[in-house]
C-alpha cells in the first residue's frame, strides 16, 4: 500500500481534469470547424455554450490544485506538475476561446470570394487539435520528449500561417469591397497561430514539469 | 428497519457492560484481599504495641524501709528542709558514701529535689515487692487488693515505668532504679559512628561505581557481585569479623571492646546496603539531565557533583537513614564484639566501654526478676521512639528536598 | 561572499558495538548557515550530530573511525579534549531538558564552571533576550526553570547553550515535542541566530527543513543519500530515493 494514498488519489483526479479539459477544447475545436464546413448554425451555437463549461472546469481544476498545494505541501516533482496543470488550464481555457473565433467568423469563410481558403483554415485548425490532443498526452503521461516533438509541429503551423496572410492580403487587395470580411479571416488566420503557440507554451511547461528546466520551445 | 442496527448497538452495549462488570468485579476481590492483608498487617502491629504496653504501665506494691510519712507529715520529702534531709542522709548513711556524694556535687549546693531523690533512692529505699501488668491492672483488681492486703506494710502505687528517672538513670541491679541512659548514650554514640564512616565511604562507592567503573572490566564486575552478597549475609557474621578484626587485630588503636571497634562493625553491616540504595538513586536520575551538563561543557566531575549528587540526593538520604536506623537495632553482631553486660558510666569518647539500647532490652529480659520485664517494655518504647524519628526524619527530609527540586 | 567551513566530516564510520550506524560520512558545514540532517528513523542522522560534540562517547561500546573537523582541527584525536568540544560545539536536545534550578543558574552555570569573570547579570540578560525569552521571565528569573512552559524551556535550553558562547550548535530534532506556535519562534529564533552561530539541525519535520535550513543532507541507513543546498533539494532532488522521501512515498 503506498503511502499517502490520500495525495496519490487527489493527483489522479487532477490529471483526469487536465485530460477532461483537454478534451472538451478539441471537441470544441472539431465542432467549430464542422459547423463552418458545413454551415451548420445550431453546432455553433452549442460551441458558444460549450465554452462556459470549459471556463467552469478551468475555476474547478485551478481550485483543486490550490488545496492541495495548501494541504499536502507538495515538493519537487509533486508540486511542479501541480504548478504546470494551473499553467495548462489557463493556456487550454485560452485555445477554448480560440474555437468560438471560428465560428464567429463562419459567414465570411462561405463568402464566395474567400471560400477557396477554407480547406487550408480546415487543416491549420487539425494540426492544432492534433497538437492539443498529443500534448495533454504527453503531461500525464510526463513524457518531455513527446512535448518537445509536439512543439516542433509548430513550425507547420506558422509556415502556413505566413502563406495564408500572404493570399489573404492579396485577396483583399483584389477585392477592395470585401476589406471586412477579409480582416475577420486575417484575425481567424492569427488566432490559429496563436493556438500553436498556446500548445507550444503549454509543452514548455510540461517539460518543466518533469526536468525542472525552463526551455524555449517558440521560435522568435 | 432501523431495528437491526438498534438491536446491534443495545447488544453491544450489553457486551461491553458485562465486560466491564466481571473485570470490576474482579478487582474488588484483590481491592478485599489487600484490605486484608493491610488489616492482618495493622492489627499484629497493635497487638504488639498493646503487648508493650501492657508491661510498662500497672499496679505495683512497694515496701519501704522508712516510710516517708514518718519523716515528714505530708509524705512529701520536697516539703522538708534542705538541712533536714541533709541531716537525714548523714544519720544513716556511711561516711563514705557520704563522702562520694559529696565528691560528685557538695550536698549544701544541692537543690532540694536533688537531696530529696537521695533520701528517697537510700533511706526510704522503695522495693518492689509485685508488678502487674496493665491488663492485670484494670480486670483483676480483687487479686491485687488482695495480696496488698496479705502483705502489711506495703503501698500499692499505679506506676509508669516509663519516667524521665528511668530516662536519666543508668543501669542498676534493682529494676525500679534502672535506667536506660547509658544505654541511650550508646546508639546515640553508635549512630553517630556509624554515619561518620559508612556514609561518605558508601557515597563515594556508589559513585565510582555508578559513574566511572566500566561495566565491561572484570574486576569492577566482581565487586559488583561481592556487595549484593554481602547485602544478605547475617548481621552475626559481621560481628565475627568485627571481633576478629577490630577488637583483636586492631586491639592497639580501637583499645578491644569500644564503641569503635562496635561502630565499624555496624559500618560494614549497612554498608552494601548504602551502597546498593545510592546506586540506585544515581541510577535514577535521567540521562537527559546528564547531557545536558556534558552539552555545556562540563566535566565529569561537575556533572556529577553540581547535577546528579543533587538530584539523586533525597534518595540516598531516606535510604542511609533507613539504614542507619536499622543499625541500631542490631543486638547481635554487638553481643559478638563485646557490648559490656553492665555498665553504668556513660561513654565519653569513641574508646569508651559500651552497651546499646537493643542490649540492654536483651539482658533485662534475661533477668530472673519479673519487674525487669517492665522495664525492658519501657525500654523497647524508647527504641521505637527512635527508630520511628529517625525514619520519619528521613521521610520529612526527603519530601523537602524533593519539594525544591522538582516541580 | 565566500562561506567557510564550519565543520566538516570525512569518511565517517560509526559503530555502536558492532553494528555499523553511519557508513563513509562526508559532510560540510558552512559558517553562518543552518544544515538539515533529514532522514527516516534509524539513519544515522541523530548519531551523526552527536559525533559532532563527541557526545557519543558517553555510550559505551562506540567506536568512531575516520575525521571530524572543527575549524580545521580532527576532534576525534588523542589530544583533542572532548569537555573543550562541547564547550565550543553546544547542543540542544529533543525534549527541553533544563537544569532543575532557577532560570538564572541555569544560564549562570554554564558559563561560571567554563571560567566566565565577568558581568554575569548582564550575561543572563543578553543570552535571554538573543533567544526572544528575556521579556517572558526577567520577573521570573529565581523561579525554577522546570515551571516554564514546553517552549520556554527548550528556549531556555538555547540561550544556556549559546551562553558559553559555542561558535557551533547543534539541535537534535529541537521542536518536535512542541506546539506549532513554539515551533514557529524557535524557527525565527534559528534564522536569526544563525548570522552568529553556525547551526546543524536534525528534523524529522519536512517542512520545517525546508523553512529554516540553507542546506540539506538527506541519510539513509547511515549512508547520504545526497546533500546539498535546501532549494535544490526540495525542488528538484538528483536522486530518486530522496524525492521519495521528501514526497513522503516512504517514511
Redesign the interface.
Known amino acids: 500500500m ?3 494514498q490520500h ?1 496519490s488519489n487527489e493527483l489522479h483526479i487532477m490529471y483526469q481534469d487536465v485530460l477532461q479539459m483537454g478534451t472538451l477544447v478539441e471537441e470544441a475545436l472539431r465542432k467549430a470547424l464542422t459547423a463552418v464546413t458545413n454551415q451548420d448554425y445550431d453546432l455553433a451555437e452549442q460551441v458558444k455554450q460549450n465554452d462556459h463549461q470549459i471556463d467552469t472546469l478551468q475555476f474547478a481544476l485551478d481550485k483543486r490544485c490550490t488545496e492541495i498545494i495548501a494541504t499536502e ?8 506538475e501541480i504548478l504546470v496543470a494551473m499553467k495548462i488550464s489557463s493556456d487550454l481555457e485560452r485555445i477554448g476561446d480560440h474555437a468560438r473565433h471560428v465560428v464567429r467568423v463562419m459567414d465570411q469563410l462561405t463568402d464566395s470570394v474567400f471560400r477557396e481558403t477554407l480547406p487550408r483554415f480546415a487543416e491549420m485548425t487539425e494540426k492544432g487539435i492534433s497538437m492539443v490532443h498529443d500534448s495533454i498526452t504527453s503531461y500525464v503521461n510526463h513524457d518531455p520528449d513527446q512535448a518537445r516533438e509536439v512543439a516542433r509541429r509548430d513550425d507547420d503551423i506558422d509556415d502556413m500561417h505566413r502563406a495564408l496572410y500572404k493570399e489573404l492580403l492579396a485577396m483583399i487587395a483584389a477585392n477592395p469591397d470585401r476589406v471586412e470580411t477579409g480582416t475577420a479571416l486575417v484575425f481567424l488566420n492569427r488566432f490559429l497561430e496563436r493556438l500553436g503557440d498556446h500548445v507550444t507554451n503549454m509543452c514548455e511547461w510540461i517539460v518543466y514539469a518533469k ?2 528546466e525552463h526551455v524555449e520551445l517558440n521560435k522568435a | 428497519m432501523n431495528s437491526a442496527p438498534e438491536e446491534h448497538i443495545t447488544h453491544r452495549h450489553e457486551e461491553i457492560m458485562a465486560n466491564i462488570q466481571q473485570r470490576r468485579i474482579r478487582g474488588k476481590v484483590w481491592q478485599a484481599l489487600f484490605y486484608l492483608a493491610t488489616t492482618i498487617a495493622v492489627l499484629a502491629l497493635v497487638i504488639l504495641i498493646l503487648n508493650i504496653f501492657n508491661s510498662v504501665f500497672g499496679y505495683v506494691l512497694i515496701e519501704n524501709d522508712v516510710e516517708p510519712e514518718t519523716l515528714v507529715a505530708s509524705g512529701n520529702l520536697e516539703d522538708m528542709e534542705n538541712r533536714e534531709l541533709i541531716a537525714l542522709l548523714e544519720e544513716n548513711l556511711s561516711t563514705g558514701l557520704i563522702r562520694r556524694f559529696n565528691s560528685e556535687g557538695p550536698l549544701e549546693e544541692r537543690s532540694t529535689e536533688d537531696l530529696a531523690r537521695l533520701v528517697q533512692q537510700r533511706i526510704i529505699n522503695p522495693t518492689i515487692i509485685e508488678s502487674w501488668s496493665l491488663w492485670e491492672s484494670i480486670f483483676e483488681q480483687d487479686e491485687i487488693r488482695t495480696t496488698r492486703s496479705e502483705n502489711s506494710g506495703t503501698v500499692l502505687q499505679f506506676r509508669s515505668w516509663l519516667t524521665i528517672d528511668f530516662l536519666r538513670s543508668p543501669q542498676n541491679p534493682r529494676p525500679q532504679l534502672a535506667g536506660i541512659r547509658t544505654a541511650f548514650l550508646g546508639s546515640l554514640w553508635m549512630i553517630l559512628i556509624v554515619m561518620v564512616i559508612s556514609f561518605p565511604i558508601g557515597v563515594a562507592s556508589a559513585i565510582y561505581l555508578e559513574e566511572y567503573a ?3 572490566k572484570w574486576y569492577n564486575r566482581i565487586i559488583e557481585v561481592n556487595i549484593y552478597n554481602l547485602a544478605g549475609v547475617p548481621s552475626i557474621i559481621f560481628g565475627l569479623l568485627g571481633l576478629a578484626i577490630f577488637v583483636r587485630l586492631l586491639g592497639g588503636i580501637t583499645q578491644g571492646r569500644t564503641i569503635v571497634s562496635a561502630g565499624m562493625t555496624l559500618s560494614l553491616l549497612i554498608l552494601p546496603i548504602i551502597i546498593i540504595n545510592s546506586r540506585e538513586a544515581i541510577k535514577a536520575v535521567p540521562a ?12 565529569k566531575w ?1 556533572t556529577i557533583w ?2 546528579i549528587l ?2 539523586s540526593f533525597d534518595r540516598i538520604l531516606t535510604g542511609t537513614i533507613l539504614a542507619i536506623s536499622r543499625a541500631v537495632g542490631e543486638t547481635a553482631p554487638l553481643v559478638v564484639v563485646g557490648a559490656s553486660t553492665f555498665i553504668t558510666v556513660d561513654p565519653d569518647s569513641i574508646f569508651s566501654k559500651f552497651t546499646t539500647l537493643p542490649i540492654q532490652i536483651y539482658q533485662w529480659s534475661a533477668r530472673p526478676q519479673e519487674q525487669f520485664r517492665n522495664v525492658a517494655g519501657a525500654a523497647i518504647i524508647v527504641l521505637l521512639v527512635l527508630m520511628l524519628s529517625m525514619n520519619a526524619a528521613a521521610i520529612i527530609t526527603r519530601n523537602r528536598i524533593a519539594k525544591n ?3 | 561572499m565566500e562561506a567557510t567551513l564550519a565543520m566538516q566530516t570525512k569518511n565517517l564510520d560509526f559503530y555502536y558495538g558492532t553494528f555499523q550506524a553511519l557508513h563513509d560520512v562526508s559532510l560540510n558545514f558552512m559558517r553562518s548557515h543552518v544544515t538539515a540532517l533529514i532522514g527516516p528513523s534509524g539513519c544515522g542522522k541523530s548519531t551523526l550530530l552527536r559525533c559532532l ?1 563527541r ?1 557519543n562517547d ?1 555510550i ?2 562506540t567506536r568512531a573511525d575516520g575525521e571530524v573537523y572543527f575549524n580545521d582541527q580532527n576532534i576525534y584525536t588523542e589530544d583533542v579534549d572532548p ?2 568540544v ?3 560545539v ?4 529533543q ?1 527541553p ?4 534550578k532557577s532560570v538564572y543558574e541555569n544560564i549562570a ?2 558559563a561560571r ?2 571560567g566566565f569573570r565577568g558581568d554575569m547579570d548582564e550575561l543572563v540578560e543578553t543570552s535571554l533576550k538573543k533567544c526572544a525569552l528575556w521579556d517572558e521571565v526577567k520577573d521570573k528569573l529565581k523561579q ?1 526553570a ?2 516554564l512552559s514546553g517552549g520556554q524551556q527548550q528556549r531556555l ?1 538555547i540561550a ?2 549559546i ?2 558562547e559555542p561558535d557551533v550548535i547543534l539541535m537534535d530534532e529541537p521542536t518536535s515535542a512542541l506546539d506549532p506556535i513554539s515551533t514557529a519562534k524557535i524557527e525565527d529564533l534559528i534564522t536569526e541566530l544563525k548570522q552568529r552561530y553556525t547551526i546543524i539541525i536534525v528534523t524529522h519535520n ?2 520545517q527543513a ?1 523553512r529554516v535550513s540553507d542546506q540539506t543532507a538527506f541519510f539513509l541507513n547511515g549512508w547520504i543519500i545526497e546533500a546539498g543546498d535546501t532549494k535544490d533539494i ?4 538528483r536522486e530518486e530515493r530522496t ?1 521519495a522521501y ?6
Request: aromatic letters at 10%.
Open positions: 503506498e503511502t499517502r495525495f505541501q507538495p515538493v519537487a516533482t509533486d508540486l511542479r526536468t525542472g | 566500566r561495566a565491561d537527559s539531565l546528564r547531557e545536558s551538563s556534558y552539552g555545556v561543557g562540563a566535566t561537575q553540581h547535577h543533587p538530584a527540586r522538582r516541580v | 560534540n557526545m558517553l559505551p561500546e569537555v573543550e562541547r564547550r565550543r553546544g547542543m540542544v536536545f525534549k531538558n533544563p537544569f532543575p552555570w554554564g564552571i567554563n525554577n522546570l515551571e535550553c544556556r547553550a551562553a558559553v519536512m517542512q525546508g526540495f525542488f528538484n532532488p524525492e521528501i514526497s513522503g512515498r516512504f517514511g
